[in-house]
């Protein structure tokens, strides 16, 4: 059971433009939500997190939105540097003491200069 | 500050040989601790956490297990590796309910 989805595998955008990530979950008892970017071989690095009473959050070029109602949450970058493309994560918590995060399958960004 | 380190970096086993990876935080305490495993195009799969020490909580039945023994060191685990062992394996921490932080990861190839 996939409690936190992201259904686009691969993304490719051009350089200076928006790249808007997806991702979904399923669990309405999460209540934080995060970004992660990843390079090959490497450990994700935490980029942006919104907690459920905030519908966006934004730090620097990076933007967060949440839409509890649809159970939705997208990454907005802008404008897109060919130094953003790598595989970002998005996971989801739920603040019931046992702070697990669930993390999605990922979504490829290629920004193209 | 706050360092995660995790090691080897890389790894390749023979099938039926044991496991250990080996993961320490600094500069912490107490911190919620995190196996995590990356298969081949796969996402992050959760495999253990712990929340202190000799608690350990699992995720996935498997092959695999995780030991505590100090605050700040984690540990996993296996008597007898398998081919479908192979993968991306990443130990994080956390704090209370805020951000994890991963580890450089450990590459482990069954062979």
């Known amino acids: 059971d996939q409690q936190v989805k992201q259904n686009s595998p691969s993304l490719s955008v051009q350089e200076g433009r928006i790249s808007i990530l997806n991702c979904d979950y399923t669990?309405?008892?999460?209540?934080?939500f995060l970004w992660y970017k990843k390079y090959p071989a490497e450990g994700p690095t935490f980029l942006i997190s919104?907690?459920?009473?905030?519908d966006k959050n934004e730090d620097g070029r990076f933007t967060v939105f949440l839409n509890k109602s649809a159970k939705h949450l997208s990454l907005h970058i802008v404008p897109s540097q060919p130094g953003d493309s790598a595989v970002y994560f998005c996971?989801?918590?739920?603040?019931?003491?046992?702070?697990?995060?669930?993390f999605g399958t990922g979504t490829r960004l290629k920004v193209l200069a | 500050s706050q360092t995660i380190h995790q090691w080897p970096a890389t790894l390749v086993q023979p099938v039926g040989s044991p496991l250990s990876l080996e993961c320490t935080v600094e500069?912490?305490?107490?911190?919620?601790l995190y196996w995590y495993r990356q298969a081949a195009g796969r996402g992050l799969q959760l495999l253990f956490y712990?929340?202190?020490?000799?608690?350990i909580s699992s995720e996935v039945p498997q092959n695999l297990s995780a030991s505590r023994p100090q605050d700040r060191q984690f540990i996993l685990s296996s008597k007898k590796l398998l081919l479908s062992d192979s993968g991306f394996y990443l130990c994080?921490?956390?704090?209370?309910?805020?951000?994890?932080?991963f580890g450089q990861g450990t590459r482990l190839t069954v062979v």
């Open positions: 994080a921490w956390s704090w209370m309910n805020t951000e994890a932080f």
């Open positions: 996971a989801a918590s739920a603040n019931s003491g046992t702070y697990k995060y669930i």
């Open positions: 500069g912490t305490s107490n911190p919620n």
């Open positions: 712990s929340v202190g020490i000799g608690q």
């Open positions: 669990n309405s008892m999460f209540d934080y």
């Open positions: 919104i907690s459920s009473i905030k």
